[in-house]
């Protein structure tokens, strides 16, 4: 059987309803065919979420000058989803022109989109980028205070833009992106990540004790580090339930499909009615992990 021509794809996108126009948008995505830009800017400025959401991802893999001109007009999108996408694209689209743009969005509301607007910049602009951080960020180091027992310390790591050296130091969760390479002394932004988890502090301390300090990193730390404290939690055990609990409740869609992840893989069948309250989620991806953990949690033996 052919498969179906770019008129038939396009008549899809404006005539089917439901799962099949959604195929039918990213099919235009991956034809990379230039005349599918018009349409998929039409339909950025859709009404249904979903649609506006699959248009942007077509636009990003169509990858085209003209495809992210299209996306600016989503860039002030309703939905963080849309916006992340938008981001991500200009940052792809190797045309300084959208550099503006992606210092526009570094104030925005959502995390996600403003760690896509840094990678973004980066992307764009290279070793450049950090100057242009530092001056629209108000550049603040990293703290290098230990002890303090609201905070969780943990070792940091990030290759430097500058010298490429992996560097290595302690941080607390909530002090922001600002990073110095101390083999340079080069100062960039990046949220890094934690060290492994062998490494981390939470292991030398009683698993209660661990669990409050991880609870903490996930009211007050940065995107990265709250997806990497659900990883932790998902290691200490029923101990770690109500923490994970609240975590379904995160602004952030990574660590919501984290925690509904690890809540499946938990055992608990008391977890069997928050992961239902997620098949609401607005992120699809999320839905479908908080679905597979219920159907996990059915089928464990009692």
């Known amino acids: ?52 959401r699959h248009a942007a991802w077509a636009l990003r893999h169509l990858g085209s000058a003209p495809a992210a001109r299209a996306l600016l007009a989503a860039l002030r999108d309703s939905d963080d989803w849309v916006r992340t996408l938008v981001t991500g694209a200009l940052g792809k689209s190797r045309d300084e022109v959208n550099v503006p743009q ?52 943990f070792t940091f790591w990030s290759e430097c833009p500058a010298c490429s050296e992996q560097a290595g130091w302690t941080g607390e969760v909530g ?8 083999s340079c002394r080069n100062r960039f932004w990046d949220c890094g990540g934690p060290a492994p988890a062998a490494d ?14 991880l609870r903490g990193a996930l009211r007050n730390g940065p995107g990265k580090v709250r997806a990497w404290a659900i990883d932790a939690l998902a290691q200490l055990g029923p101990r770690a339930y109500e923490a994970l609990v609240e975590a379904l409740q995160d602004q952030w869609a990574e660590v919501r499909g984290k925690t ?26 999320v839905r479908s992990v908080a679905k597979l953990a219920r159907r996990r949690l059915e089928s464990a033996p009692n």
């Not at 840094?118 to 629209?136: K, N, S, T, V, Y």
């Not at 002090?175 to 101390?182: H, K, Q, R, V």
């Open 1 to 52: 059987m052919a498969p179906p021509t770019f008129e038939e794809v396009l008549t899809l996108t404006r005539e089917a309803t439901g799962p099949e126009r959604l195929t039918a948008i990213d099919q235009l995505g991956l034809s990379g065919d230039p005349r599918a830009v018009p349409h998929l800017a039409e339909l950025l400025g859709s009404s249904e979420t979903l649609i506006r």
């Open 102 to 153: 992606l210092l526009s969005v570094l104030d925005d509301q959502s995390e996600g989109v403003r760690e896509a607007a840094i990678g973004a910049l980066r992307e764009l602009c290279g070793p450049q980028a950090e100057a242009l951080l530092e001056e629209r960020l108000s550049f603040t180091p990293t703290s290098m205070r230990l002890g303090d027992p609201g905070a969780l310390d």
């Open 175 to 182: 002090t922001g992106l600002a990073m110095e390479c101390p």
């Open 200 to 213: 981390a502090t939470w292991r030398k301390v009683p698993p209660d004790v661990a669990v409050g300090r």
């Open 260 to 285: 509904a992840f690890a809540l499946g893989a938990l055992g608990e069948l008391r977890a069997a009615e928050p992961l239902r309250a997620l098949q609401n989620d607005p992120d699809g991806c």
